[in-house]
Nanobody, 121 residues
Framework: QVQLVESGGGLVQAGGSTRLSCAVS????????MGWFRQAPGKEREFVAA????????YYADSVKGRFTISRDNAKNTVYLQMNSLKPEDTAVYLC??????????????WGQGTQVTVSS
């Protein structure tokens, strides 16, 4: 079973930065592709970013491209989302996801509980 626990959310001013972390409990983390999704109040859940198991390939939603960076540390079983130049419309619950690398570009077989990010204007 894959367990994902997000941390690092909170209140941030517009234009500011924050970094989310996702700790993954699985013996073979290096064989899993990872992703981030988000869900704002009253809106559908949307894809944010993904990274392949080795970290060599990433892709992003157009809405965050150039502002957000996904990365991973396979030695720590952790994936990160660095969020810069934040906007009020980035306010959402951010959810960490995982899937075996063979499912790439799918990354959403397993889900964390999410962490709230609120961007104030």
């Amino acid at each position: 079973q894959v367990q994902l626990v997000e941390s690092g959310g909170g209140l941030v001013q517009a234009g500011g930065s924050t970094r989310l972390s996702c700790a993954v409990s699985v013996r073979t983390f290096s064989t899993y592709a990872m992703g981030w999704f988000r869900q704002a109040p009253g809106k559908e859940r949307e894809f944010v970013a993904a990274i392949r198991s080795s970290g060599d390939i990433t892709y992003y939603a157009d809405s965050v491209k150039g502002r957000f960076t996904i990365s991973r540390d396979n030695a720590k079983n952790t994936v990160y989302l660095q969020m810069n130049s934040l906007k009020p419309e980035d306010t959402a619950v951010y959810l960490c996801t995982a899937a075996r690398n063979s499912r790439w570009p799918r990354v959403d077989d397993y889900w964390g509980q999410g962490t709230q990010v609120t961007v104030s204007s």
